[in-house]
């Protein structure tokens, strides 16, 4: 699923301007970041409330395409300088992590990965 449709079905608000349209083949959720680091495959799109600078690093160290977060969450402007200058895309939506969870899977985003 590309990450303009990603955009498009769950009303995304992408918060680190202009991004690459690229696949986003799985999906991970996780609030956790010593659990995001362990599993999150590459090319996923990491679904969560956590809107901290320390996200990014965690982003950038398992290449996740997008940070989707739930409930409305918003990182601080310092989080947001972060991402664009490390290329990381952060999007922020009113739907909750299963109902997120939910459109992503059955738009074809996988959540088994080997």
Do not use: W
């Not at 699923?1 to 991004?19: A, F, H, P, R, V």
């Not at 402007?77 to 922020?92: H, L």
Request: hydrophobic share 45%; aromatic share 6%; no cysteine.
């Amino acid at each position: 699923m590309k990450i303009s449709e990603i955009i498009e079905k769950i009303k995304l608000n992408i918060l680190t301007g202009d991004y690459e349209d690229s696949e986003v083949i799985f999906g991970y959720v996780s609030d956790m970041l010593s659990d995001v680091m362990g599993h999150a495959p590459s090319e996923s799109a990491l679904i969560t409330i956590l809107a901290h600078e320390n996200v990014i690093a965690v982003a950038m160290l398992r290449d996740i395409s997008i940070i989707i977060l739930v409930n409305n969450r918003k990182p601080d402007q310092k989080t947001i300088e972060k991402a664009v200058e490390e290329g990381i895309i952060i999007g922020s939506t009113e739907l909750s992590a299963f109902e997120v969870s939910g459109i992503l899977y059955n738009g074809g985003v996988s959540g088994k990965y080997e």
